[in-house]
Structure formats: structure tokens, C-alpha cells
């Protein structure tokens, strides 16, 4: 479904090069739930942007379906971060996830069915007609993911979407995203710096060394697909798993204590 | 955050050289630009010369103007009128505000009389104060401080409703008087606005005495501008309306500096509240 | 039940005493300039009857509405071009700088070379002073798009016209009414001294008509109805402006609360 092949990415800045992605090559399958994991500061949201097409590779290319990514792809959607900067102040809850769809000219009658859909699956029915900031921060996350479903994307990019909520609307958060997962059959590409949740979300899980990044790390967690806060997060196999992810962002993290020489930049371009 | 900042902005930055000297060599071919093609439409006939004289004529006028004692005395007196009227605006801006935000019931019982008399033109006031004053400098100064009070005292008022009450009662609970705690807890919250207040009605007040000087014949920068008019010295006119331009930039950037130097030490981002 | 009440009276208190305080002050006045409070409102049904607000009040709003909106949709226009393209706004801005900072008035005289003193004139005048602030403003709105929302907008394919629309100008909408706010004002000051300067009707006109007559107290009904018509205008402005940017006081004071 999504093949990133040798990707690499350097900025240009004034009189210096930051080399923010070095040499990435992974494969996401169709349906797959894939984690992205690694150290602070290791380039991940640069990936995800060449990924989402909206900053173009230094080398390397982007393979979604099959076809070569040179701008915001149709059928790919994002949620970003900072979901009270990515939703519209000035539209209602309904407005901002009905906006892309009417991009598309879609029927009305269509239209309205999609955003009723993506609001009743994200629990949200009833906040339809109100505006973003009269919401709380995880529900305003709802609202953006509610309107990438809509959307009916192939592919799901979400980059740290819960990093910002705080812990228990970040467990139903969670729990949300791997609900929809599995009842719509989208392929998702997650990155967090959190282990925990990755091992929790994902299918498998990549550990990214620091910047520049490569692939570490691929790992899959053969954690039974019914998973849940109380009983998932103490299981054992779940423990092994996190203790190995965790090594491996540590061993990643003293990786990056000794950089090569072009990487030390007065501002090397986070995450 | 901090993420889409940084990633965002290398692209930005990476096609030219240093930014700020990449924007100031763009500015100043704008302004050259600006300049010739002021130049070439009367000179290619596009706009008649009567009218619209080219460049070099204004700035040969511009020049005889600089020559003459008469024209310095003119801009001496707008200066005077714009410094006199925004010293008198400044002052009882800040003590209004400041005694309305104190005493109580102050506020509630002067918002309606602000509101209403806040968005009368000033201007409405130009035959009273031929009456009154004729062409003497206190027929500028009513006219100056009537439009800048305004600008100060509303920027006072927001800024001492924008006083942290935790502030407010911390100075309260250490018994600090009503002088102590205006000096120590409200001013200090305060000054960010009233110096956008200030820079506000610097521009104001150049407008206004400008505008009192055409219109009623006080002497200054106006007057000349309104005897240039009448004599047909076209290009002197055009040269005028500049020197009133470069003082309006002269004000306008002085009055950022200062804002900027006074407030350096303070840390919360205020925007400008809109009046 | 006590404080709306408390309010209205705090509100309506100083007006009164206000009124109250001009209306006894004035009474028994024999100044020619200070004619008694009495004297100009009895004066002002006499004055300002329909037929002059036809003739004199009408002509003025009419090229205040034309003068303002020309220079609203130009400045819109020109500033959010400015304000999308870094190089268009660099080469700009120093002649920006320096034409915002010409106080409007003088460009009356200007302005009268060449539309004479028609009609044309006076919305030339209103339009090249206000253009200002609205174009700098709208170029300051535009250019501070949140980046996450302008990505958002592209990752879902929200380009061109409908991004203009329903991103960039929706985004700068607060910058522009600030814009339009100061616009205005400018507006009417340049609306009442064309008219001093040159014409045969309007508000202006007319004020200027009875000050030169030693009318004085028509001259202070014309000196009201303006103080009315300035307030009247920036209600209506409050009205609109409460309607369209609703969304950015509601953000305003819900990020007030937690910041």
C-alpha cells in the first residue's frame, strides 16, 4: 500500500545543511497499523510530512498504491498534533469535517451522510453545531479525526495526535483509533513518541534512530488483535515487548549523543 | 509546536541568502521602481505633468522648499501642535483611564458616555473651533486632542482590565494601599497598552493637525500645503504632501522604537487590543 | 433582578448629568458662540428636515458607502496578494510604509487636480485614505496563516479559489476588520473635509454654510447630527462585525479562560 524507498531529506538553510532524514526504506501493507517510534528530535515528523506530500524528498521517492507521491495525495488523510491549529476556529464542528468533502463536489445528500457517519463513530454526534473551541482538547482531537474518516482515506497519518491530552482521554483516544481501525479496514501510519502506546496500537512497530534517520529497528507485535487498557497493558508479552522497544530508543538516543559532524546545527529540525 | 515552526521554516529560507538583506535589497529596488515609474508616466504623457509632475520636478521643489525659512517655520509649527496636542492627549488619557479603572462604579457608569462620544469625527468640531479660536494654534490642539484622548484612554482602560486578579489580590493581602498596588500591580500591567496607545495617537494627532491647518489656515505644513494649492505650485504641493509622509514615517517608526525599547523587558505577548 | 437595573442606571446616570449639566449651564447664556442647549435642539427639527437630509445627508452617506467600499474590496485584494507572496511583500513594503504614513487630508488638494471637485472627487478621497490600513492590515492577516492549518487545508486538497475562501481570508478576517475599524473613521473625517473644501451639498457643506453665516445654532445641530451619524455608523459597524468574526471573540475568550 505505502512503500517509502531510500527516502531522504536535507533542508538548505543559509550557509548550512541540515540533514533531517537520512535513509528511510519501509513498506506499510494495506490495512496495516503500523507504529513509528524513536528518540526526540529524530526527524519523524519530517517523514510524515514527504509522506503526506507536503514537503517534497531531497531523494528518494514515496509509493502510495503504487504511484509516485508529489503532492497531498487524494485518499490520504492527516491529524495532526495540534488539533486546535488544524480545525477551523471559524466553522462549526460539522462545517470543518464536511469542508474537504465539498472540495471533492460530492452530492449533499452523500456529503451529510459521511459527516453524520464520522461524528456518530467518534461519539460526537451531538456537537455537530458547535464550534471547535467550545470543545475540550481530546474531543477537538475527535473532531479531526472524525473528519479525516469522512474523508474515506486509504491511508490514516497521524502524527503524535495524542501528545497533547491528557492520560485518560489518551487511553479512550486510543482505544477509538484502534476501534476504527479494525471495524474500516484503513491502513494506518502512526507516529508517537510514546513506547507504550506504540506497542499497545501497533501491528508492528519501527524504531527510527535519531537524526538523521534510518529504520533501526522492525518489530511485530504478536499481541492478540482483542486488546484492551487494563488487561493488554500488564500482560506479559507486553511487557517484553516495551522492554525491547525501549532499548532499542535508548540505544538509538546514545547513538546520538556522538553525531556525525553536520548533524550538530544550532537548530536541527525537531522530531 | 515548535515541530511545524521548524520544519515549516527552512524551505522559506533556503532560496536566498541572509533574509533580512535579501528583503532589504527587494525594498529598496521597490521603492526605486516606485520612484521611476512616478518619473516616466507624466514624462511618456500617460498622466499630464500639470497634474502629476514627475519625480525629479518634486524633488527640485522639494529642494527649493528645504531653501526657505518659511517652510521650516511651518514645519515647526505642525510639530508643535502634534507634540503640545499628544503631550495634553497622553496625560489626561492615562489619568482618566487609571482614576475610571480605581474608583468604583467609575467604569460602568462612564462606558455608555465613552461610547458615545468616541466615534464623533473630530472633525465635527472644526467650525467651533474657527469660532472659538480662528487660525491660533489652540484651534489645532482641540482638534489633536479631541481625536488621540480617545486612543490613549481606551488603551488604558483594556490594559488595567487585563491586570491579573491574583496579582490584584496578592498585593491586597500584603495590605498594599490603593497608590501602592496602582504603582506596583497596575501600572506596571498596563504600560504595554498605553504605549500602543501612544503610538496610536501619535499618527492621530499628525492627521488632525495636518487636517487643521488645511481646513482652518493655522499656520504649518497644512496651510502651505492649502496657499500651494491655491497659487497652482503644483510640484511644491507634491513636495509638501512628502514631507508630511516622511514625518508620518518618522513618527510611526520612532513610536514602534520606543514601544519596543520601553516594553523589552516585558514578557507577555500582547496583541494590540482593537479600538 | 438588582444588578441589570444597578447597570442601567450607572449607564444612563452620567449621560444625563451630562445633558443636564449643558442644558442649565447654557440657559441662560448671551454668548453668540455657547447659544443655550434649549435653543439648538428646538433649532435642530427646523434645520434638518427631510428635505435637507435628502439634499445634503443622503449625497454625503451615499459617497462615504462608495468611497469606503471601493477602498475595502482594493485593499482586500491587493493585501492578500501582498500578503500570500514573500517577495511581492518585501519589494512592497517601504512604499507601503510610506504612503500609509501620508496623512490622508493632504491628499485632498491632490486628489482635486484631478477630479475637480465633483463628486468623483470626494470617492477618490475617501477611497485612497482608507485603502490603507485595510491593504496593511489584510497583508498582516494573510501572512499569519497558522501553518498547521494552511497544511491541513492542502493535505486535504483545499487549493486555490476554495482555499482562499474558506482558509486565508476566513483566517485574516479579524487583521481586516481591524482595517476596516480604522478605515471607517478615516472615512468620515475625509467624507466631512472634502466637502469643506469644495462642494455645493453634503453634511460638511452645510456645517461650513452656517459656522460662515453666523447660523451658530444651526451650526451646533450639524455639529450633532454629525457626532450622531459617527456613532450611528459605529454601531452598525459593531453589529456586523459581531455577526461575521463571532467565532474569533468566542475563541478569544475561551483561550482567556485556559490559556
Known sequence: MLDVRGLRKVY?????????????????????????VGPSGCGKTTLLKCVAGLLAPTAGEILLGGRPVTGPPPGMAVVFQEYGRSLFPWMRVGENVELPLKQQRMPKARRRELVADALRSVGLTDAAGAYPWQLSG????????????????????????????????????????RGLWRARGITVLFVTHDIDEAVYL?????????????????????????????????????????????????????????????????????? | ???????????????????????????????????????????????????????????????????????????????????????????????????????????????????????????????????????????????????????????????????????????RSYGLGTWARVRHVLWPTALPYVMTGVRLAAAVALILAV??????????????????????AVPEMYALVVVTGVLGLLINVGARTVERRALAWHQSVRGEVAV | MKRPALRLVLALALPVLLVTVWWF??????????????????????????????????????????????AAVLGVALGTVIGSYRRVRAVCEPVLEFLRAVPPPVLVPVIMLFAGIGDTMKVAVIASGCVWPVLLNTVEGVRAVDPVLSETARGYGITGAARLRHVVLRSASPQIFTGLRQALSIGIILMVISEMFAASNGLGFTIVQFQRQFAIPGMWTGILLLGLLGFLLSVVFQLVERRVLGWYHGLRASSRRSP
Open chain 1, 138 to 177: 481530546g474531543m477537538q482531537q475527535r473532531v479531526a479525526i472524525a473528519r479525516a474518516l469522512a474523508y474515506e482515506p486509504d491511508v490514516l497519518l497521524m502524527d503524535e495526535p495524542f501528545a497533547a491530552v491528557d492520560a485518560q482521554t489518551r487511553a479512550d483516544l486510543e482505544d477509538l483509533v
Open chain 1, 202 to 271: 501497533g501491528e508492528r512497530v519501527l524504531v527510527l534512530s535519531a537524526s538523521p534517520t534510518v529504520v533501526r529497528e522492525q518489530l511485530s507485535i504478536d499481541l492478540p488483535s482483542e486488546r484492551d487498557q487494563l488487561h493488554t497493558r500488564v500482560a506479559p508479552r507486553f511487557a517484553e515487548l516495551r522492554t525491547q522497544v525501549y532499548a532499542q530508543v535508548q540505544a538509538a538516543k546514545r547513538g546520538a549523543a556522538v553525531p556525525a559532524a553536520d548533524v550538530r546545527t544550532p537548530t536541527p529540525p525537531a522530531t
Open chain 1, 12 to 36: 538548505e538553510g543559509a550557509g548550512r545543511r541540515v540533514e533531517a532524514v537520512r535513509d528511510l526504506t519501509f513498506t506499510v501493507g494495506a490495512g496495516e497499523l503500523v507504529c513509528l
Open chain 3, 25 to 70: 449651564a447654557s440657559a441662560g447664556s448671551t454668548d453668540v458662540y455657547r447659544p443655550p442647549l434649549r435653543t439648538i435642539l428646538t433649532t435642530f427639527p427646523d434645520v434638518w428636515t427631510g428635505e435637507r437630509l435628502r439634499a445634503d445627508v443622503l449625497p454625503s452617506l451615499l459617497r462615504l458607502l462608495a468611497g469606503y467600499a471601493a
Open chain 2, 211 to 232: 487636517t487643521a491647518e488645511l481646513v482652518i489656515g493655522a499656520p504649518g505644513l497644512g496651510a502651505r500645503i492649502a496657499v500651494a494649492q491655491t497659487s497652482q
Open chain 2, 1 to 171: 509546536m515548535k515541530d511545524a515552526h521548524l520544519d515549516g521554516a527552512p524551505p522559506e529560507r533556503a532560496r536566498g541568502g541572509r533574509p533580512e538583506l535579501t528583503n532589504a535589497a527587494l525594498g529598496a529596488a521597490g521603492l526605486a521602481g516606485f520612484l521611476a515609474l512616478c518619473e516616466a508616466v507624466p514624462r511618456l504623457g500617460i498622466v499630464s505633468a500639470e497634474y502629476f509632475p514627475p519625480v525629479s520636478r518634486i524633488a527640485d521643489a522639494l529642494v527649493g522648499e528645504l531653501g526657505d525659512g518659511a517652510f521650516w517655520t511651518a514645519l515647526g509649527d505642525t510639530l508643535t501642535g502634534w507634540a503640545l496636542g499628544l503631550a495634553i492627549a497622553v496625560t489626561a488619557g492615562v489619568l482618566a483611564g487609571v482614576v475610571i479603572s480605581v474608583v468604583p462604579y467609575l467604569r460602568e457608569a462612564t462606558a455608555s458616555t465613552i461610547e458615545f462620544l468616541r466615534p464623533i469625527p473630530s472633525v465635527a468640531l472644526i467650525p467651533l473651533a474657527v469660532l472659538l479660536y480662528g487660525t491660533e494654534l489652540r484651534s489645532v490642539l482641540l482638534l489633536v486632542v479631541y481625536a488621540s484622548f480617545w486612543q490613549v484612554l481606551l488603551q488604558t482602560l483594556y490594559g488595567v482590565r487585563d491586570v491579573d486578579p491574583v496579582a490584584e489580590e496578592t498585593a
